[in-house]
């Protein structure tokens, strides 16, 4: 057990531009969350795969927001034209089958948007 | 709507115990989790209920009651490294997924 692998821990990029960020669940969880988390608040839901499915998608996401998980193992999270309102900590969690699985985190990629 | 409280603050000193509540309104409810983050770092998970009672697990225990929609989260002999926010996350669970939302967090502070 590695751990749940995020890339890159800290991203700074220009307002406008768009970044992607990857995350490596556990290997033998089959569900995958992304979470995005400001100061003193937190995780905000922003979607949900099992497998490759993408089960959930928060509606406070806007379009510029989207995320795959191609072969049901990574994902990618894709923020397009970035906002200043998009700085945040970026989460990714997995969990194997069991409804009393808990989530295991990785440790983020922090997004700053000048 | 889903909806989660927590109070903002706290403040014990190292020895204590330490009683942090969480209230919940939500639907499709299908069990509660309480998280500790270190400043800095990812959540990491504590204690887990689906139904009420207490669990127990070491220093620390979680208590549920489905019908008022509260739980709290219990810390025995406060120690310093404990100085941290604690997450309350319900698990809804929709038509085809679920979901988890979060609360505030409460950021506890043990003092010597």
């Known amino acids: 057990d590695t751990g749940v692998s995020q890339d890159p821990r800290h991203k700074i990029t220009k307002r406008g531009q768009n970044v992607t960020f990857r995350c490596d669940p556990i290997?033998?969880?089959?569900?995958l969350y992304w979470y995005r988390q400001t100061l003193g608040q937190g995780p905000e839901f922003l979607t949900y795969f099992q497998n490759e499915a993408q089960l959930e998608k928060s509606r406070l996401l806007s379009d510029r927001f989207s995320a795959e998980r191609p072969k049901g193992s990574f994902s990618t999270l894709e923020i397009q034209r970035t906002e200043q309102g998009d700085s945040a900590m970026y989460l990714c969690?997995?969990?194997?089958?069991?409804?009393?699985?808990?989530?295991?985190f990785g440790d983020g990629t922090r997004l700053s948007i000048l | 709507g889903q909806n989660i409280d927590q109070p903002t603050e706290m403040t014990a000193t190292e020895g204590a115990i330490v009683q942090i509540n969480c209230t919940y309104q939500?639907?499709?409810?299908?069990?509660l989790f309480w998280y500790q983050q270190h400043a800095g770092e990812a959540p990491t998970f504590l204690s887990y209920n689906v139904l009420d009672g207490l669990e127990e697990k070491g220093r620390f225990s979680s208590f549920l009651s489905r019908s008022k929609g509260y739980s709290y989260l219990l810390l025995k002999e406060l120690q310093m490294k404990d100085s941290a926010s604690y997450l309350c996350?319900?698990?809804?669970?929709?038509?085809?997924?679920?979901?988890?939302?979060f609360g505030p967090g409460t950021r506890l502070s043990a003092l010597p």
């Open positions: 939500t639907s499709g409810f299908n069990g």
């Open positions: 969690a997995s969990s194997p089958r069991g409804v009393s699985q808990p989530q295991h």
């Open positions: 290997s033998e969880h089959n569900r």
């Open positions: 996350a319900v698990r809804v669970f929709y038509n085809y997924g679920q979901n988890f939302v």
